[in-house]
């Protein structure tokens, strides 16, 4: 049944042309989505799906079963998926579940200011967490095993959950399509490009394998147009101020910056219960490789040059990291000119939860002197700080510990010693 006699192009913009209007935060954001239709014989997408880089894959029926209301709705939950960095905050989590806690708190967004479509995901007892705080309250989903021809998520109509408690395959409410699978469909890496049967056996939009989308929006400086447009205007949606006060987030790309030092630095082990890909393609059956839980020593300097702003970035940067390695032990410390109680930080909660002294004169040498004192093992140490102290000299340094100097943006570069090789610098 088509609401509104509109065809799903004309839904799409005249949904959007009312947003900029009428709820210009969201209009602004949904300017930079690209839309395609997944048809054919081998279209997956039974609602939507949305790529890292802005790319909305969506199925025509589902558009079809829209009001023009409704449509704004799920327009606005991609668009925060990708501003708020939700694909790429899913790590190794499970997609699934991944998938279903971004939902939950985009919807508990929306839901004050837009018409909910009645099989949305929405409890309130999410009210004011973060996808990686729900995920962590999830139940792990069982997967449907029925026959696919004839589950109701192809009508658009009976999305989360069709079978009771039992999770379809292929998500929740969209499908969250990761840079991953991004690479992999496109044949990027050396592999070749997957087929549509390939796509549809991953349960990912037909035509991911062409999707080259060159001009990537930076959703995170739209996001912030988005809200001080809105708030000149004085039509900011309820909460969003919450959600930026709140949104504090890694101005480096930890995964393409430092993945380099510390994905080398996680232990691995050897498996063949799942071969390596690269090893079937060749004709020979090899093991893969499966990554352990990622141990990091991270060290912030609270001394009193220091400000407010360059701790809050410090911390910022942390959070990006634990939302980057779903299995990840962090060793928190904070140092002046001497080293403080450690906080042993895993989740979001314990990074609230962190202590951190400090607001003395600096000196960088106390913790290379704690590790070579007590014997520690530390594979990778991440030092925050404005570079204005007292560095160690390179005996000093542990061998085998790879060293990285995060400098605040109003931070001296050239004041690390040369024999420190690893640093990047806030922007």
């Given at each position: 049944m088509n609401k509104d006699n509109l065809d799903p192009v004309e839904k799409i913009t005249k949904a959007r042309v009312q947003l900029i209007s009428k709820s210009p935060f969201f209009g602004v954001l949904t300017m930079s989505l690209v839309f395609k239709e997944d048809k054919g014989e081998l279209a997956m997408m039974p609602t939507m799906g949305v790529t890292p880089n802005g790319v909305c894959y969506f199925n025509p029926k589902f558009m079809d079963s829209l009001t023009t209301e409704e449509c704004k709705t799920v327009i606005c939950h991609e668009v925060l998926h ?346």
């Amino acid at each position: 049944m088509n609401k509104d006699n509109l065809d799903p192009v004309e839904k799409i913009t005249k949904a959007r042309v009312q947003l900029i209007s009428k709820s210009p935060f969201f209009g602004v954001l949904t300017m930079s989505l690209v839309f395609k239709e997944d048809k054919g014989e081998l279209a997956m997408m039974p609602t939507m799906g949305v790529t890292p880089n802005g790319v909305c894959y969506f199925n025509p029926k589902f558009m079809d079963s829209l009001t023009t209301e409704e449509c704004k709705t799920v327009i606005c939950h991609e668009v925060l998926h990708v501003a708020l960095m939700h694909l790429e905050r899913q790590g190794t989590r499970d997609r699934i579940r991944s998938n279903m806690a971004a939902d939950y708190a985009v919807n508990l967004i929306l839901e004050k200011d837009f018409t909910m479509p009645k099989w949305s995901l929405l409890d309130h007892k999410y009210d004011g967490m973060s996808m990686e705080q729900i995920y962590d309250m999830l139940p792990k989903p069982r997967l449907c095993k029925e026959d696919c021809s004839k589950c109701p998520l192809t009508t658009g109509k009976t999305i989360p959950s069709p079978y009771g408690e039992t999770m379809c395959k292929n998500g929740s409410f969209d499908r969250h399509i990761t840079k991953d699978e991004m690479d992999e469909a496109r044949g990027e890496g050396g592999g070749k490009p997957l087929t549509k049967e390939e796509l549809q056996k991953r349960g990912l939009p037909g035509g991911l394998n062409e999707d080259t989308r060159k001009d990537v929006p930076n959703f995170r400086k739209i996001l912030q147009d988005a809200y001080h447009y809105a708030k000149s205007m004085g039509k900011l949606p309820a909460g969003i101020e919450r959600l930026m006060d709140d949104y504090s987030e890694p101005k480096l790309s930890w995964r393409e910056i430092l993945s380099q030092y510390i994905t080398r630095s996680i232990p691995q082990n050897f498996s063949y219960r799942k071969p390596s890909r690269k090893s079937i393609s060749s004709g020979y059956y090899f093991p893969s490789t499966e990554k352990e839980e990622l141990s990091i020593w991270i060290v912030v300097d609270t001394s009193g040059s220091i400000s407010e702003e360059e701790l809050s970035d410090f911390l910022g940067e942390v959070l990006g990291l634990l939302r980057t390695y779903q299995k990840v032990e962090i060793k928190l410390w904070s140092c002046d000119a001497e080293l403080y109680e450690v906080n042993e930080v895993t989740s979001e909660y314990d990074l609230k939860a962190a202590k951190l002294a400090g607001g003395g004169g600096t000196n960088f040498q106390p913790i290379f002197n704690y590790i070579n004192k007590n014997q520690e093992e530390v594979k990778v140490l991440i030092y925050f700080t404005d570079t204005y102290g007292n560095f160690p000299e390179q005996k000093d340094i542990p061998i085998g510990m790879e060293v990285i100097w995060v400098v605040s943006k109003n931070g001296n570069m050239e004041g690390i010693p040369e024999y420190f090789p690893n640093r990047v610098q806030l922007k």
